[in-house]
């Protein structure tokens, strides 16, 4: 069993910057495959960021391309997305999820990721 608890999510202004935070349980932390999913009301889950347990980032989609980033530090257990220049259309529930040790498949695919964090808020306003 893995637990995931996010952090870092609320309310600020377009233009602004947020960091969130997954802190990680498990001895295997270091091998796990990351991603970061956010879900805006109305609409289906969506791939933000990736990152592999060596550290790699993987494609972000071009709606956050150049202003998310993600990044972990394995000795605190820990993963991030640093999200810049926020607009209104990132107001989501944002998730992040391990897929599992040494995985190398689609970071994208939400239904490959074995275990999530509950989510947190992030609204963006204008």
């Known amino acids: 069993q893995v637990q995931l608890v996010e952090s870092g999510g609320g309310l600020v202004q377009a233009g602004g910057s947020l960091r969130l935070s997954c802190a990680a349980s498990?001895?295997?932390?270091?091998?796990?495959?990351m991603g970061w999913f956010r879900q805006a009301p109305g609409k289906e889950r969506e791939f933000v960021a990736g990152?592999?347990?060596?550290?790699?980032?993987?494609g972000s989609p071009d709606s956050v391309k150049g202003r998310f980033t993600s990044s972990r530090d394995n000795a605190k257990k820990e993963v991030y997305l640093q999200m810049n220049s926020l607009k209104p259309e990132d107001t989501a529930v944002y998730y992040c999820?391990?897929?599992?040790?040494?995985?190398?498949?689609?970071?994208?695919?939400?239904?490959?990721?074995?275990?999530w964090g509950q989510g947190t808020q992030v609204t963006v306003s204008s």
């Open positions: 990152i592999s347990w060596a550290g790699g980032t993987m």
């Open positions: 999820a391990a897929a599992g040790p040494f995985y190398s498949g689609d970071y994208g695919d939400a239904n490959k990721y074995k275990y």
């Open positions: 498990g001895r295997a932390f270091s091998t796990y495959a």
